[in-house]
């Protein structure tokens, strides 16, 4: 089974638009990382956010973390063409090595 | 820094061939990773390398594949007697330490005819 899994599995929104994927974990976990892959090229890490941590922002991407819930969100403002990817998000189990990337949410942004 | 190096990014095998991809993680990260992506199955781990010494091949397929890590600057993945089943991207990555940020490459795209 998954240890991580996004929701919704795609997206469509309009350049401009605001825009949330959440993710559900099933593990303890000592931080969570959020990926964007775009087409033909390998994931990146938008932002790495701890167990101690609620809240944190990278730019027009916000990402949040509620451990009581084992769930995390990843909004993204005024969003861009170019935001039109795969996002997944990422854990690994405390003191664990191994990332376990869930199977991703498409976002299509369109002018 | 050019990030993670893979080569080939494409490669087409017939049935039965064997095929090597090659991985050039970044300079002085002393991880790296093996990945599968596919439509059906997502992003899998194959494998983990730590300064070189294997450390995890558990999500290895048992006897075709095979991984290999001769120096710090290239690890190899080989896949023998390839199948169909076995075309998907595959991606190396490297983070600097376990745990952390890990850099992807762009990947290889195997096609097995």
């Known amino acids: 089974s998954q240890l991580a899994e996004e929701n919704p599995w795609a997206l469509s929104v309009h350049e401009g638009e605001s825009v949330t994927v959440n993710c559900s974990y099933k593990?303890?976990?000592?931080?969570l990382q959020w990926y964007r892959q775009k087409s033909g090229e390998g994931p990146a890490q938008l932002i790495l956010?701890?167990?101690?941590?609620r809240e944190k922002r990278n730019g027009r991407l916000r990402a949040t973390l509620d451990t009581s819930s084992q769930s995390s969100s990843l909004s993204i403002t005024a969003t861009r063409c170019e935001d039109t990817a795969v996002y997944f998000c990422?854990?690994?189990?405390?003191?664990?090595?191994?990332?376990?990337f869930g199977s991703g949410t498409r976002l299509l942004v369109s002018p | 820094n050019a990030g993670v190096i893979q080569t080939p990014r494409h490669k087409v095998t017939g049935k039965g061939q064997e095929a090597t991809l090659w991985c050039e993680p970044i300079?002085?990260?002393?991880?790296v990773f093996w990945y599968r992506q596919t439509i059906v199955q997502g992003l899998e781990f194959l494998t983990y390398?730590?300064?070189?010494?294997?450390?995890?091949d558990s999500g290895m397929p048992k006897e075709r594949f095979s991984a290999q890590m001769p120096n710090q600057s290239h690890s190899t993945l080989k896949i023998q007697s390839t199948q169909p089943q076995d075309s998907a991207v595959y991606l190396c990555?490297?983070?600097?330490?376990?745990?952390?940020?890990?850099?992807f490459g762009p990947g290889t795209r195997l096609t097995v005819l």
């Open positions: 593990t303890s976990i000592t931080a």
């Open positions: 990555a490297s983070s600097l330490v376990v745990g952390g940020e890990q850099y």
């Open positions: 990422a854990t690994a189990r405390t003191g664990g090595y191994k990332v376990v």
């Open positions: 300079s002085g990260h002393s991880a």
């Open positions: 956010i701890r167990s101690n941590e």
């Open positions: 390398f730590r300064n070189q010494a294997p450390i995890d």
